[in-house]
């Protein structure tokens, strides 16, 4: 291994140990309620109109869109946030060209597989932001919803493919288990994959600007 490569390395290894400390402070003294609950899809059946049961079915699945599990990584900026809080990302670390964060310090430096609960850092097989297209911050729901059924702007997804999304992709899932010190999505992720059906079943209506 080359020199250069070897304080790369230790320069990573220093950004994710300091990274760690700097997260389980964010998360120390923080109340972690269970979360929100969702509704669950029969309850909307008493909504005779269609298209008003869609947008009500949509606008629960707000709850979990603007919840901080996803927003924090659907930034409007380059740099994703982080905690129940939704305080910029630290150390400091940009999308790069990928989602995957920047050549020399990649998400995966100190992202792994799965939840590191001792040092505070969540993890996942795929750990990345989400497009710049999929951009979700400082919009509203019904924003949202147009942007999720874009297919130029939701990587060429159909609203099957967007229920295959939301209820198989680990990423995802991970927003209902993320770890020590971190409020879980709203509801269930059967539950959600359920009301994003329903959605879909219904026409997949938007809510009104």
Do not use: Y
Not at 22 to 39: E, I, M, S, V
Not at 42 to 71: W, Y
Not at 141 to 158: F, H, M, P, T, Y
């Amino acid at each position: 291994m080359s020199r250069n490569l070897i304080l790369a390395a230790g320069a990573a290894l220093a950004v994710c140990i300091g990274g760690s400390a700097l997260t389980l402070a964010q998360n120390a003294g923080q109340a972690q309620p269970g979360g929100a609950t969702l509704r669950p899809v029969a309850s909307f059946a008493s909504i005779a109109n269609q298209r008003d049961r869609s947008v009500a079915l949509f606008t629960e699945m707000g709850k979990v869109l603007t919840h901080p599990r996803c927003m924090n990584c659907h930034p409007a900026t380059e740099r994703p946030r982080q905690g129940d809080l939704r305080k910029l990302h630290e150390p400091v670390v940009v999308r790069g060209k990928d989602g995957h964060g920047a050549a020399g310090l990649p998400c995966a430096a100190c992202h792994g597989k799965q939840n590191f609960d001792p040092a505070g850092v969540p993890g996942d097989g795929h750990w990345a932001l989400a497009p710049a297209s999929m951009a979700w911050e400082g919009k509203t729901v019904a924003q949202i919803c147009e942007q999720l059924k874009d297919q130029n702007r939701n990587g060429s997804r159909d609203l099957a493919a967007l229920v295959k999304h939301v209820t198989t992709d680990t990423l995802v899932l991970w927003g209902w288990n993320p770890g020590k010190g971190r409020q879980p999505a709203p509801g269930t992720a059967a539950e959600f994959g359920a009301l994003m059906q329903a959605w879909a079943d219904t026409g997949a209506a938007c809510p009104a600007s």
